[in-house]
């Protein structure tokens, strides 16, 4: 019997480490790999759920002025289809009111939910367990309403207010902004893991893995939204970015949970401008000797410290990296936007978006819409969130099919980097037909037809949403090359492609008309045996699985509005 602890020992004293393979990467194989579902052994967790230290969803810095940000209902947002154009939305300026709405559409809280007399929020951002590790940040030019000094700010969702921790004076800014477009922002994230550790033990790193792609997902399409452009920032190491952000500050920490670095993009709000893609030196340290305030607040009473989570944060804390090429982006063989599939606003679709708890089982979905949401995933499209990233998709979709019109069920490959085809190919067990599929245009193989409702609700950790949806996928990464020519490190940023995948697909469900669900939880070598993939190799590894189809609302649960505890919200038209 396959015992992942034995292996994961094996793999961090294995002989690679003494011939070149780095210590970093040999610790994030072997977390990996202990953190692996298996039917019957499930990755170490803590077993119950330990109410009494649930951890506070939302964190707080108290002593920190605030900033009320407006709310706008009625925010005149294109239709969700112009998300998918690189050029037509007309730029909003940035202005208190903009600043809201993005925040409110990639961060913010879009219901409350209630049953039983027990309430929960929902956000623009989907979240492993609802949640929610991924804290928000600005960094923000001097704006009316907000502040006459340039500052970072943190972003809470369940107010819809900034707290303003450091003020920047003129000078300050201007080592700052020497780099930066005008009108341009910087965003920031960070993870609590200890939010979602809670709940899911030593698995828990990859989801807030997971949940920093889908957020960085969500303010793609929300800045989209306004007409605004982001672009990663992805040369900055750790280091700087929980400096600029100020999550290195141990006297504003004392005691409570850690926020670990993420990432840092500029949203640029003038569409004739250049996106940056560093910042300017001198920069950082400006910011750190800006004049900070406020304490971070307790989440949970006590907590438990997860070796095994402490151990791949330090193999994976980033370095300061070169500038990556800029992405080859589609200029041809890109399909034309459906103008009259979804004529909803772009805000409306993000708003509505949940993840569907139970699918019906009937519900299928033409050809047209199909190839459509997969088109919306390849990394070389020119359009968000694609154009926001600069690192390579190492991400492909292994596909089950159950009810496409016109697409024989069975087993497909959606190969996003198509120059992997012949490497994955080689890689998978050889009697697959690898059939492409013309008609989508799309490097889309077809590798054996039959009936996988049940293998991959199976894959799944047999959750039947899996089988009974429209598709299902699991995302399968070109592993160990990443962490070979990218650096420990870079396992972060493959689930974070995975999220970024997730979003596009969420949304693209709604507009659809069907919903979706991401699902972290999954039997990671069940897919790999599916493929007949070298299981002690790891040269490619599922890291996420997707179901797409018709939903069955819960008609139990009571859905409140997202403001409706905020006496402003009222007031909004
Ligand atoms: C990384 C990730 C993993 C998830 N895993 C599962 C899962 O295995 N099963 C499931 O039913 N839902 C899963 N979800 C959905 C979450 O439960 C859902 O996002 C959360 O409850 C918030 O609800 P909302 O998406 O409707 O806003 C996952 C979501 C994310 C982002």
Redesign the pocket.
């Known amino acids: 019997m396959h015992n992942p602890e034995l292996m994961a020992a094996k793999i961090s004293s294995h002989p690679r480490a003494a011939c070149g393979f780095s210590d970093a990467a040999a610790q994030v194989r072997a977390y990996h790999q202990r953190t692996k579902h298996m039917p019957g052994h499930y990755a170490p967790g803590p077993g119950y759920m330990d109410w009494a230290n649930q951890p506070d969803p939302f964190r707080r810095f108290s002593g920190a002025p605030t900033v009320v940000l407006p709310l706008v209902r009625d925010d005149g947002t294109p239709p969700y289809d112009a998300l998918f154009q690189t050029k037509g939305t007309p730029p909003r300026p940035l202005t208190a009111e903009s600043l809201g709405i993005f925040l409110e559409l990639s961060l913010g809280l879009?219901a409350w939910k209630e049953f039983q007399g027990t309430r929960w929020s929902?956000?623009s951002n989907?979240?492993?367990?609802?949640l929610h590790p991924t804290e928000g940040y600005v960094v923000l030019p001097a704006l009316a309403v907000v502040s006459d000094r340039p500052g970072v700010y943190h972003y809470a969702p369940y107010e819809h207010t900034l707290a303003q921790r450091c003020v920047l004076g003129e000078a300050a800014w201007g080592a700052f902004a020497a780099g930066l477009p005008a009108g341009t922002f910087l965003v920031g994230l960070t993870s609590v893991h200890w939010r979602e550790a809670w709940k899911y033990g030593e698995r828990a790193y990859r989801?807030c893995q997971?949940?920093m792609g889908?957020a960085l997902g969500a303010m793609c399409f929300a800045g989209a939204a306004l007409g605004w452009r982001m672009a990663l920032l992805s040369a900055l190491s750790d280091a700087e970015v929980a400096a600029l952000l100020g999550v290195d500050r141990a006297t504003d920490f004392t005691g409570v949970e850690a926020e670990h670095p993420g990432l840092i993009a500029a949203v640029v709000t003038d569409p004739a401008a250049a996106a940056p893609r560093a910042l300017a030196e001198g920069a950082i340290a400006a910011v750190r000797a800006g004049h900070w305030t406020g304490s971070a607040n307790r989440l949970s009473p006590e907590r438990i410290d997860w070796t095994a989570i402490s151990a791949v944060e330090d193999a994976t804390v980033k370095p300061s990296t070169a500038l990556l090429p800029l992405r080859g982006l589609a200029t041809s063989g890109v399909p034309s936007p459906r103008p009259t599939r979804d004529v909803s606003r772009a805000a409306e679709i993000i708003r509505q978006?949940?993840?569907a708890?139970d699918m019906d089982g009937r519900t299928g979905l033409s050809l047209d819409s199909f190839f459509g949401m997969l088109a919306r995933t390849l990394p070389d499209r020119p359009h968000s969130p694609w154009t926001a990233i600069d690192f390579p998709a190492r991400i492909l979709l292994s596909l089950f099919v159950h009810r496409i019109d016109g697409l024989s069920p069975g087993l497909y490959v959606l190969m996003r980097d198509e120059s992997r085809l012949d490497a994955f190919r080689a890689a998978c067990h050889d009697g697959f037909a690898w059939k492409r599929v013309e008609a989508s245009a799309m490097p889309l193989y077809a590798l054996a037809l039959g009936d996988c409702r049940q293998a991959a609700a199976h894959a799944?950790?047999f959750?039947a949403?899996a089988g009974d949806g429209a598709f299902s996928l699991g995302m399968v990464a070109d592993f160990m090359r990443t962490l070979e020519e990218d650096g420990a490190w870079a396992y972060r940023r493959l689930f974070w492609e995975t999220?970024l995948i997730?979003q596009v697909l969420?949304l693209e469900a709604e507009a659809a008309g069907v919903r979706s669900?991401?699902?972290?939880?999954?039997f990671d070598d069940f897919l790999h045996q599916l493929l007949d993939i070298n299981l002690a190799e790891d040269a490619w590894q599922s890291l996420?699985?997707f179901t797409v189809g018709g939903a069955v609302e819960d008609k139990r649960l009571t859905t409140l509005p997202a403001y409706g505890h905020l006496s402003r919200a009222k007031l909004a038209v």
């Open positions: 879009t929902l956000r989907p979240s492993s367990g609802n989801y997971h949940d889908h978006r949940r993840s708890v799944s950790c959750q949403i999220g997730g969420y669900t991401g699902m972290g939880c999954y996420y699985h």
